[in-house]
Each structure stands twice: as C-alpha cells, then as structure tokens.
Nanobody, 112 residues
Framework: DVQLQASGGGLVQPGGSLRLSCAASGFTFGTSTMSWVRQAPGKRREWVSTIVISDDLPTYANSVKGRFTTSRDIAKNTLSLQMNALNSEDTAMYYC?????RGQGTQVTVSS
C-alpha cells in the first residue's frame, strides 16, 4: 500500500523557516513524480511544488518561488520542503502527494 507521512510542521513567526519531510513507501520512489500541496481553512487546495524524483528538477508555484525548495533523498525514500521567509499566507495543512495519494498532512502556522 502507498503510504505518505508528512512531518515537520509547526508554529513559526513571519520571516521564519521550517523544513517539512515526507516519508514515502509502497511504490518505487526513485522513478516517481512527487508533489507538495497545501490547503488553508476555507480555501481550495493549492499546488506548491512538483519534482520528478529521477530528474531532481522541481517546479514551484509563483506564490512560493524563491522561498521554498523541494529536494529528495532517494536512498531514504524521503521528500523534503525547505520553507523560508514564511508569511501568514503560507499557513495551511501541507501534504505530500503521489498520483492520487496524499496521506496525512502536517500543519504549518505562521503567526506572531
């Protein structure tokens, strides 16, 4: 079974940083395409970033470009999202996604 477990969220002040991780299992991570998506209360789900794991060339939504960095560790089947210069608009539940699987998310709250 596909399992995706995101972690690393928390409360951070505006301008701060967080690093999210996603532990993946149940599929061939090294040949997959993985994404980060987020959803804030009362808002639609928003795409954040996608990476073709074998190519290691992530793409980003305009809202996070230049602030967020997606990376992967194939040996550990882990996807990461480094988030810098966070602001209140980044407050959301963050999920890693493989095809239609999203798994359990991790909450990021940006507040002073």
């Amino acid at each position: 079974d596909v399992q995706l477990q995101a972690s690393g969220g928390g409360l951070v002040q505006p301008g701060g940083s967080l690093r999210l991780s996603c532990a993946a299992s149940g599929f061939t991570f090294g040949t997959s395409t993985m994404s980060w998506v987020r959803q804030a209360p009362g808002k639609r789900r928003e795409w954040v970033s996608t990476i073709v794991i074998s190519d290691d060339l992530p793409t980003y939504a305009n809202s996070v470009k230049g602030r967020f960095t997606t990376s992967r560790d194939i040996a550990k089947n882990t996807l990461s999202l480094q988030m810098n210069a966070l602001n209140s608009e980044d407050t959301a539940m963050y999920y890693c996604q493989y095809r239609t699987w999203r798994g359990q998310g991790t909450q990021v709250t940006v507040s002073s």
